[in-house]
């Protein structure tokens, strides 16, 4: 069965001053890779998320991790699968069941890394829709693609940031 196309895109490029091995190493931590989700930020409203993996701690194919927390008194959720793993230079990752989120509903996010002269070149992408109703749908309208923009940033920024403390990074 395949998946119903998802109708919105984000995606952050950065040049990493490191080889494709050591940085999928580094994002192939889950806990490192969305460790912006568990900081209180003007982007989760100041809310922070908590991630659990399962015993493959997200690295494997068809390894589970959930983001579970709260943001202005609601309970948020999310479950994902890794359904990619290609080391060193592919792995992504989709929602699992209905995603309880304010301002994306089911998305699939991964990244891709490139050899490059200097490095690497990191593509951190997310595919994503909407929440399925009610007023995260419209504030989905309002938020999501700015919230989704952050999300892929936020990823290559730190992974850029990880080995190169004074680099430019990019387009993140």
């Known amino acids: 069965m395949t998946a119903p196309p998802l109708r919105f895109h984000e995606e952050a490029t950065v ?3 490191a080889s494709p091995e050591a940085v ?3 994002l192939d931590d889950h806990q490192r890779l ?11 409203a100041g809310a922070t998320m908590h991630i659990d993996t399962d015993a493959r701690k997200g690295q494997a194919l068809g390894s589970v991790i959930t983001l579970t927390g709260r ?14 793993y290609a080391p060193p230079l592919r792995k ?36 994503y829709d909407a929440p399925a109703g009610g007023w995260s749908r419209w504030l989905s309208r309002l ?11 936020r990823m290559a920024a730190d992974a850029a940031q990880a080995f190169c403390g004074d680099c430019t990074h990019g387009n993140a």
């Open 143 to 153: 938020l999501g693609r700015s919230y989704a923009r952050w999300c892929v940033q």
């Open 34 to 44: 969305a460790a912006h989700m568990e900081k209180p930020s003007l982007m989760m």
């Open 24 to 26: 999928f190493r580094l």
């Open 71 to 84: 943001v202005l008194g609601l309970h948020l959720s999310v479950t994902e699968q890794v359904n990619e």
């Open 15 to 17: 040049q990493v001053a």
């Open 92 to 127: 992504a990752w989709e929602t699992t069941g209905t995603p309880q989120l304010l301002v994306i509903g089911p998305y699939r996010m991964g990244f891709v890394l490139t050899p490059h002269e200097t490095g690497s070149q990191l593509r951190v992408w997310i595919d």
